[in-house]
């Protein structure tokens, strides 16, 4: 939710960034927003993370032994809470095309670990959309870094 909050009220800053030609300042606040909106996330993921057995247990007994699955869901949260920062840097920067086909191989990788763990359950979302959040991480990073590079 902090990212959210941040993200959306820091995108018309970009832009004007963006807008002004002011590429390194636009870079360093867009990094300088991943980075806080990650250690935020991960400030909040920790407590939640070790609290999982306990949180998991209020839904009743059958989601008490489920508590791994709200773990991978935190872990999971974290890494997107910085990809929406870099994304909207590539979004300023005229890579939409770019943000809607890294969508793509999310999916495919979504639906291959659903597949592939069907038989875990929950356990099988869960773990693809860790996987999956964090090949599309890695691909906006890329993109970021081949943008700093270009420019």
């Known amino acids: ?3 959210y909050l941040t993200n959306r009220a820091a995108l018309p800053i ?3 960034l ?3 030609g002011r590429q ?3 870079r360093r606040v867009s990094w300088l927003m991943a980075l806080g909106q990650f250690a935020a996330a991960a400030a909040i993921a920790v407590p939640l993370g070790l609290a999982a057995p306990w949180i998991m247990g209020l839904a009743g007994p059958a989601f008490a032994a489920q508590w791994p699955v709200l773990v991978l869901m935190i872990a999971t949260g974290v890494v997107l809470a910085a990809q929406t920062s870099l994304g909207n840097y590539l979004l300023v920067t005229d890579r939409q095309v770019f943000m809607l086909m890294s969508l793509l191989p999310w999916g495919v990788v979504l639906l291959a670990c659903a597949y592939l763990f069907s038989a875990s359950g929950a356990y099988a979302l869960a773990w ?3 996987v999956a ?3 599309r991480t890695l691909l906006i990073l890329g993109a970021y870094r081949e ?3 270009r420019a």
Request: overall charge negative; proline content about 0%; aromatic content about 0%.
């Open 1 to 3: 939710m902090i990212s």
């Open 133 to 135: 959040s964090v090949l």
């Open 128 to 130: 693809g959309l860790l």
């Open 14 to 16: 970009l832009a004007s």
């Open 24 to 26: 390194a300042e636009l």
């Open 147 to 149: 943008s700093r590079s």
């Open 18 to 20: 963006q807008a002004e």
